[in-house]
């Protein structure tokens, strides 16, 4: 099992910035698809955004523009920047890493965001 420890969360106003961080231990981390998801009460965890192991990227369509993940495979951690928030992207925000040669996932312990004036 990967452990991934995310990190960055807080109360932030509407139209700020947060940067989420996951750091993971002890795998091939070049070789993981990672990810962010958010969960939001009363909602379905979704995907807001995926790296692969290339780098390629996906996004949400309601983060489109406004978020970017990117990722540091000598520092085994992924990012997420995230700008003119919105107080509909309050939500518990986990990572999420997968190998490429199989379907296996772990996650992390997910990190509180909350968007509020």
């Known amino acids: 099992q990967v452990q991934l420890v995310e990190s960055g969360g807080g109360l932030v106003q509407p139209g700020g910035s947060l940067r989420l961080s996951c750091a993971a231990s002890?795998?091939?981390?070049?070789?993981?698809?990672m990810g962010w998801y958010r969960q939001a009460p009363g909602n379905q965890r979704k995907l807001v955004a995926a790296i692969g192991n290339r780098g390629s990227t996906n996004y949400a369509d309601s983060v489109k523009g406004r978020f970017t993940i990117s990722r540091d495979n000598a520092k085994n951690t992924v990012y997420l920047q995230m700008n003119s928030l919105k107080p509909e992207d309050t939500a518990v925000y986990y990572c999420?890493?997968?190998?490429?040669?199989?379907?296996?996932?772990?996650w992390g312990q997910g990190t509180q965001v909350i968007v509020s004036s």
């Open positions: 002890e795998i091939i981390f070049s070789f993981y698809t």
């Open positions: 999420n890493a997968r190998p490429v040669w199989s379907g296996d996932e772990s």
